[in-house]
């Protein structure tokens, strides 16, 4: 019943984004049969209705394939789809090192950029064998040629033989195929010791309870055993045990070299940590596999509902979440101007918006953000350090001795040209230079260290105009460096409105204020009050401005045939205002709070 | 008391910030129309539903009205008075162009009983007038006004428009002393509202036209208000002011939420609790009508919370508001209550009033009423 591992090649696909990822997983998955080219819709693999408007892919998705190559045989082709952003790259991690092979995608348009780098430099650290790939082809500015020697100068992998594709067209997949069978070693492992296997994901489905894909590196899996986390020690017993292919299929048991699923009366996805390692609780194996560090968030923001009677929404929302979603967390909180809501923890901003987004849709609510914080280290004079990521939580200046900030080192690629405009950016943002590398003729590499709360906002955005959309950031985190930051408020009609407040550094408050300060003065409508908006440190205002009143918001005729239209254009009105956050009297509108986000 | 409409949907040239169904057509097709809406009436009075109402007003509006004979109308008229149901001598109104009316038109429609005669004057400048794209000159303007004195016509409305692109604060009162020294019985000052889908909309997107500024519209507004109330006439509704008793009943019965009955293409019908349209396809109209078929649509249905909170954003447009006592009678809400803070704090900050068990806008509240109303529709 188990599949002979010599005929097993497991492998993941490393791209950039928008380097054709998907589009290679799909074409693959149209070759071998796995999907028809009926069912095939666009990106199969990207299950989320999300991930394919967006076109990424958020969570690691795999299916396993039968492929029959050119020496007769048949092999069992594990494809395991990763996530291809920064914010998921401990996900990619895991997924690589499920894998003894990867195909490295670089898009013939383009070259490599830092995600690639990052990836690839992820796949060597696991041992993978890896096979270039230059995508797009067909497209006539494609230089297969000058990305094969990028390949080669920057990563120092030999591009002799890369293989030349066109996913889109389909142009070279086969020979895709061939490579895997040929270059990737069968996995190692064996079906008699002990179970080890590494989770590399897990969800929640409602019908099966959680469902944890995974790669047996020792051992075999089966139905009913009472398996162990090793991290935390749990133990459940296994429900069913399959494989993607690409829709569910229950097999025996899953042998050393073999990746599928199972599924576990587990309530919580967070119970099944990626990275961790699960053992037979019987028969447990002596050591984890390396690798497993528990997810922690970097960045923070309030999520309100706009409507209050949307919390108890929220709140079922939230906590589905978080059961789904290890690297999400929240804690309830509340505010003077939003009312409740939940200061919630991400691993990044794209992790930020797509749980926005995925609350927002799939649970139908509409919600306001407040600006995306990082977690900052507050050493108190009596000598107690708090974690603070609400600005609004910010203890009393008086209370302070000193306020520490996340770091981050940062690579940024970009083509020389670009370099200029790069710095200037970094500069603005507090960067400090650390290193300026050619990696090629046109292409530099930057090293900069960076406060986090500087990227929060819109780095990456002004990155890529700046760039043209040509520069590509990696970072990690760095370090806690204290700094001179102060807590800027912004009242309105003299009512502070916690939910505006930001922390900013002492040098650029006085901008900052009256920059924020102008740009919620465009944005809120005049309303049938005098509204005044300022910016404060402490008790010191520091900007101001006013929004006179409306004067005049009159329909000058309403007689019998029109006053079901009349009315409905008040009810519309109103609706309006129902979109909008009373702070006492004032009518705030969403963007105000998104206007808190472009510096 | 019911009021009912009939709407004329012909006029001599399409109005550059008008919105309403009319345009011009053939004589074959206007007498051809006309025998419809007589033919809409008698249908109408077989209804069951209808039978009930007790109409105290007709006003005929367009469009231009007097685009058509004198005698089309006294014969819509006639067609009306003896086919429902009246209540005492009714209010009965003709819109009428000042380029299309004669003394002897005026006289005849008079005799049939016609007492108010509302003139679209719209301006007393010929700037104002090329700008609103009028078919008239402010001689006409006149001339029109002194035919409707002569023909003895008991209550004569100018309609007029302020705010309209390149108009000054001191052209409009201009504009508003001379129609004032005519000693209309009623006068209709509308700030020009612009509409979607209007060639005014248009250019003034395009920025062919500009718009006078938000102040100037605002000092235009104040000085309506304070000089026709010199003037001797008493506002009654946020567009509309009289000479003491000669507020248009027909239209306070749409503010007072009473029932109402539409005549011909587009007209619409209120009849508790029920609102019909009728096509506003002429062609349509007319071959439904002939073919013994009714012209008009469901609407709407509103439900009682529904018709309360119209009927007080409805009473609200009128300075007299709402008498809480009547309403609270009539509706079974008591309005203070329902509103609870909303109202107050209007009041608070002065853009309503509550004084002798009636809740009104004040001046501040009527030059933003839409944001006033619109937190109570």
Redesign the interface.
Known sequence: MTADPSRIRNISIVAHIDHGKSTLADRILQITGTVSDREMKEQFLDQMELERERGITIKAQTVRLSYTAEDGRNYILNLIDTPGHVDFSYEVSRSLAACEGALLVVDATQGVEAQTLANVYMALDNDLEIIPVLNKIDLPSADPERVAREIEDIIGLDASDALLVSAKEGTGTRAVLEAIVRKIPPPAGNADKPLKALIFDSWFDPYQGTVVLIKVVDGILKPGMKIRMMSIGQTHEVGRVGIFSPYPLDVEGLSAGEVGFFTASIKSVRDTQIGDTITDDRRPAQTPLPGFKPIKAMVFCGLYPVDPAQYDPLKEAVEKLWLNDPAFSYEPESSAALGFGFRCGFLGLLHMEIVQERLEREYELSLISTAPAVSYEIALKNGEVVQVHNPAQMPEPDKIDTIAEPYIKMEIYVPKEYIGPIMKLCDERRGRQVDMRYLSEGRVLLEYQLPFNEIVLDFYDRLKSASRGYASIDYDFLEYRPARLVKLDILINKQPVDALSVIVHRDKAYYRGRDLVGRLRKVIPR???EVVIQAAIGSKIIAKERIPP???????????????RK?K???K??EG?KRMKQVG?VEIPQEAFLSILKI | MA?M?I?IPFCTKKCPYCDFVSGPASPETKKRYLHAVRQEMLLAAERPMLSGLHFGSIFIGGGTPTTVQAEEIISLVDTALETFLFSGTPEITVEANPETVSPAYLREIVCAGVNRVSIGAQDFADKGLAALGRNHTVDQVVAAYDAARAAKVPNVNLDLIYGWPGQSPEEWMKSLETAVSLEPDHISC????LEDCTAMAGEVAAGQVVLPS??E??AM?EFVEEFLQEAGYEQYE??NFCKPGMECRH?IN??ENGA?L?MGA???S?VPPK?FENTEKLSRFIELIFGGKRASMY??TLGPEARFR?AV??AL?MNRGIELRKFRLRWGYDLMLYYGDRVS?MIG?G?LNLTGGRLYLTRQG??????????L?
């Not at chain 1, 409306?550 to 079901?564: N, S």
């Not at chain 2, 009527?366 to 937190?375: D, E, F, P, Y």
């Open positions: 309303q049938m009050f409306l004067r005049k918001d009159v329909t000058a005729k309403c007689y019998g045939g029109d006053i079901t009315r254009l008040l009810e009105q109103k205002k009297q | 009021g409409y709407h509308y700030e020009l509202t938000e102040r519209v605002y507004t946020i567009s239209n749409y503010w109402y539409g587009g007209a619409v209120f609102r609407a709407e119209e954003i409805l447009r704090e900050a853009f009527r030059r933003v009423a839409n944001s006033v109303l619109s937190r529709v």
